[in-house]
């Protein structure tokens, strides 16, 4: 059951739209994410769901309850905002209890409570510690207490991670997503990294210029984007021009320029779509290279030059330029000892998966 | 309009309000008073411009008027250029943990009373004065130099004094604002530092020049108290005038058209001085 | 590289700066009726006459009321100002700042005149000490908004959006949250404003009723020859109380820049 759902959301600022439309439903103790491109409109959709921003029209149901009108104070949400918003004159300890004042707590009772978050998030023993005083990492941590003291039944957070650095960084996902599992609050995370977005998330909503393109699980918003541009915004995606060959026994065939011929399964066909886009996706994993010895490919197999490498340490990319073709297609090759990587200038043959191929609706 | 907006007016409104009754409505008056005119205790309402008349043709007016204009000039003139080096000094030479020691040291004596500082000045000026004593000691001087009391002289030296840290404050700030590295750059490229100095740093701090410019231009009409002091007959200004209309004459009107003329030529002149700076204000 | 000759020529002109502040004490400790060299020898005569000037009591008080009022006015304008211009897009921002910040540029006499015209011929009310009042705290509002604006710019807006989001009200956000954080400033404006008041005399001059303030009691005093000895004493004393008060003001700003864990960059002014 949904614990908020979001229904014909429209913001303007002044002229600019800012939110489109926004349609979804978000699932109690779900990890969900709003993805996009910087400006795409993330933070305002979060603080329209947090009572930070009025809607110019629509509706934001919270746990059954339509939300106009009740400011951020009384929601049932708490944000992580993404300077943090640490109180540098309190407190670590007082940060945290900063929500407990209106619960009408003993002092044993509120100071229990925020031992308790503290420990949650592995800064026992940091309360007495002067707020502007911590690293990013612990602001963070004080500042995701500080929220989830109060048992919010939605946390929001605000591209939280994007302040800390690389090592920090990952070592916080996990934290983040152990977190969630364990309180079992919905949690709603803004991140423009759409690697971040795939490593917690249980659902993905993709936005472009103030719209929801795709909402997915990970797996399938990888393997399955619904059109071209989500398709090139999560990961690396190649575009083939192909065309659509209606088969007497019903199947759907595609044929693809530089490649050849391709049946889809049903599965893997757009659902709903009355017509396909002339171009089809193909993951970079879903091309391989043909080395000396292997195997036979059979009929699904092209020639090409390689155009361009990139040595990553476990993967290498390819730039394949295929025969016929004018632009290179990139393909990903795990380095094992059998495996020589290939100079720049190689002639090489590639194969391809046909049932990872990706078809758009038109 | 949205509530941020109706949130914003309604908070600044106590403030714009106070402005409004006890500075826009007040200005509003005098200008008012200024086409009136007065007859002992009693003032003619009927619109005139005898007052202007009057104070463009009275030699003594146009004498004062033209007098005060020059004073301020030329203090803002000294001020300014006795100001910059010492700016510079501290924002270029000083180590940065040493800088706001020298801006307090600065500040220290303009929290001195102000009137007593004025005196204070006409003590050191004076015929037996701190300066006089000084230099006859020395043997520097056989008898006391007078020109530098009770004259225009001693009315720049002392405003100069007492408008030094309102120059040196603005011209500091823009200089600290100015990026290190645009100077090495200059450096780089092969200007040395008298070049790099006229072609990157003086328009860089152009804006706090010219805020020190208004900061000491416009309130220098308006003081009565070091011409009076120091100042002698030939170094009293258009405020005395104004202060004598009102408080010893009794004559508001013409007081009133004094003070729109003296604001109308400061004005006149900052504008014109700010538009030929224009392109540094950017 | 310490800037040789513009060493030089800074200390001179510190000289310059001190000059008339060092003959104050020497003035008010020497021992002889008239302000000129040479010293005559040390004396705290004219500090003991000050505690039996009547009328200088009279003026003090009248003064310290005058600036008490004048700073908790002018900080309160300052604050409403202040925050208003940093937290809030609204129609006329520009003009509407522009108009508040006037004072700092206008001609004190400008200032001056226009009330005592509206005051006396106008409104045909007497001359008071809330006439003295109204005018101070039109030139010091400006200077408690420059103070306070840099206070309130320095918050990150989303502390307060913090505060609501965990429960609190606006109201008590801006009491729990933003006050304390901007309480440094709001003592240093006040005390800033105190000291421009006590200290200001042109428009005093002009708008005082029949009890003067302190400023304008010493200017009588300065045509009194006798007198002035002890008007050294007095302004001795008032450098003091000054210095003290902005010690204390500077302290409040830094103990402010540390408490928000910011970086220390110079003086309030
Ligand atoms: N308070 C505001 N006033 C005007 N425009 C705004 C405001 N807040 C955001 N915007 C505009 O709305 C768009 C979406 O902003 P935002 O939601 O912050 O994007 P994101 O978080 O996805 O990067 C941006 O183009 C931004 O400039
Ligand atoms: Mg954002």
Not at chain 1, 289 to 311: F, Q, T
Not at chain 3, 243 to 257: D, N, P, Q
Request: charged letters at 15%; hydrophobic letters at 50%; glycine letters at 8%.
């Amino acid at each position: 059951m949904s614990i908020i759902s979001l229904q014909d959301i429209h913001k303007y600022y002044g002229d600019y739209h800012a939110l489109r439309g926004i349609n979804c439903e978000i699932g109690e103790g779900e990890f969900f994410s709003l993805l996009g491109p910087s400006g795409c409109g993330k933070t305002t959709l979060l603080r329209v769901i947090g009572g930070f921003e009025d809607v110019s029209s629509g509706a934001v149901i919270l746990g059954g309850q339509n939300m106009a009108g009740v400011p951020a104070n009384k929601r049932p949400t708490n944000m992580v905002f993404q300077s943090y918003a640490i109180f540098p004159h309190l407190s670590v300890a007082q940060n945290v209890g900063y929500g407990l004042r209106k619960a009408r707590l003993s002092k044993a009772e509120q100071d229990a409570k925020v031992t308790e978050a503290l420990e949650m998030v592995g800064l026992s023993g940091y309360g007495a510690r002067a707020a502007h005083a911590l690293s990013g990492g612990q602001r963070q941590r004080v500042a995701l207490a500080r929220a989830l003291i109060l048992k919010p039944k939605v946390l929001l957070l605000d591209e939280p991670l994007s302040a800390l650095d690389k090592k920090m960084r990952e070592q916080m996902q996990t934290e983040l997503r152990r977190l969630q599992r364990q309180v079992g609050i919905t949690f709603i995370l803004v991140t423009h990294d759409q690697e971040e977005a795939l490593i917690m998330s249980d659902r993905i909503a993709v936005m472009f210029e103030g719209e929801i393109a795709q909402v997915a699980a990970p797996q399938e918003l990888y393997r399955r984007p619904v059109n071209r541009r989500v398709g090139e915004f999560i990961g690396v995606m190649n575009f083939l021009d192909a065309r659509h060959i209606e088969g007497a026994d019903g199947k759907v065939r595609f044929d693809i320029h530089g490649l050849g011929k391709a049946v889809i399964e049903p599965a893997n066909l757009p659902q709903g779509a009355r017509a396909y886009a002339p171009v089809v996706g193909l993951r970079p994993e879903a091309l391989s290279l043909i080395y000396e010895g292997d195997a036979p490919p059979g009929k699904r197999m092209a020639e090409g030059d390689v155009a361009d490498l990139s040595y990553y340490g476990d993967m290498t990319y390819y730039e394949v330029l295929l025969d016929g073709m004018t632009d290179p297609v990139t393909i990903s090759m795990k380095n094992l000892a059998s495996r020589p990587v290939l100079e720049r200038g190689a002639r090489t043959r590639v194969t391809w998966d046909e049932g990872s191929l990706v078809v758009f609706g038109a | 309009m949205n509530s941020e907006a109706r949130r914003g007016l309604l908070l600044i409104s106590p403030t714009a309000v106070y402005v409004l009754l006890l500075l826009a409505a007040p200005l509003a008056a005098v200008v008012a008073f200024s086409f009136w005119t007065q007859d002992f205790l009693t003032i003619d309402r009927t619109l005139t411009l005898d007052n202007y008349r009057e104070a463009f043709t009275d030699p003594i007016y146009r004498v004062l008027m033209i007098r005060s204009l020059i004073i301020s000039g030329v203090v803002t003139v000294v001020t300014v250029v006795l100001a910059f080096p010492i700016a510079y000094f501290v924002s270029f030479y000083v180590p940065p943990e040493r800088k706001a020691l020298w801006i307090f040291l600065i500040t220290i004596p303009f929290w001195t009373s102000y009137l007593l500082r004025v005196f204070l000045w006409k003590v050191i000026l004076g015929f037996n004065g701190v300066l006089n004593s000084g230099l006859l000691g020395l043997g520097v001087i056989d008898e006391p130099i007078t020109f530098i009391l009770y004259n225009a002289n001693a009315v720049v030296i002392t405003l100069a004094h007492a408008f030094a840290p309102f120059t040196i404050l603005p011209i500091y700030v823009a200089l600290e604002k100015i990026d290190r590295s645009l100077i090495e750059a200059s450096r780089d490229l092969g200007e040395n530092r008298v070049t790099t100095f006229f072609r990157v740093t003086l328009p860089l701090a152009m804006p706090g020049v010219i805020a020190a410019v208004l900061i000491v231009f416009i309130p220098t009409i308006g003081d009565y108290v070091t011409p009076r002091l120091v100042g002698g007959p030939n170094g009293l200004m258009i405020s005395n005038m104004i202060q004598t209309q009102f408080l010893k004459l009794n004559n508001a009107p013409m007081g009133a058209t004094l003070a729109v003329l003296a604001m109308c030529a400061v004005t006149a002149i900052s504008l014109i001085f700010v538009f030929f700076n224009r392109r540094y204000l950017r | 590289m310490t800037g040789g000759w513009l060493r030089i020529y800074a200390i001179t002109y510190l000289v310059f700066l001190y000059l008339p502040v060092i003959l104050l004490p020497m003035f008010a400790f020497n021992d002889g009726t008239v302000i000129a060299f040479p010293l005559q020898g040390f004396t705290t005569e004219w500090f003991v006459q000050l505690a039996g000037i009547e009328a200088l009591h009279g003026a003090l008080l009248n003064s310290v009321i005058i600036a008490l009022t004048t700073a908790s006015l002018s900080v309160v304008l300052g604050i409403c100002a202040a925050r208003a211009s940093t937290r809030f897009t609204f129609p006329f921002k520009a003009p509407i700042m522009g108009a508040i910040m006037v004072p700092l540029v206008l001609p004190e006499i400008i200032v001056a005149v226009s009330l005592l015209v509206v005051v006396v011929q106008v409104l045909n009310l007497p001359l008071s000490a809330w006439t003295v009042i109204a005018g101070h705290t039109l030139i010091c509002t400006p200077f408690a908004i420059a103070i306070l604006s840099s206070a309130f710019q320095g918050l990150d807006q989303s502390l307060e959006e913090a505060a609501i989001d965990l429960g609190e009200t606006r109201w008590e956000a801006f009491k729990n949250i933003i006050l304390p954080l901007v309480a440094p400033g709001i003592v240093a404006s006040f005390l800033i404003c105190f000291t421009i008041s006590l200290d200001e005399f042109i428009i005093a001059f002009f708008l005082t009723g029949a009890e003067p303030t302190l400023p304008v009691y010493i200017w009588g005093q300065l045509r009194f020859p006798t007198k002035i000895p002890a008007v050294m004493a007095l302004g001795t004393l008032m450098l003091v109380a000054s210095l003290i008060i902005l010690s204390v003001a500077e302290f409040y700003r830094r103990r402010g820049v540390a408490r928000v864990g910011g970086k220390d960059s110079g003086g309030f002014l």
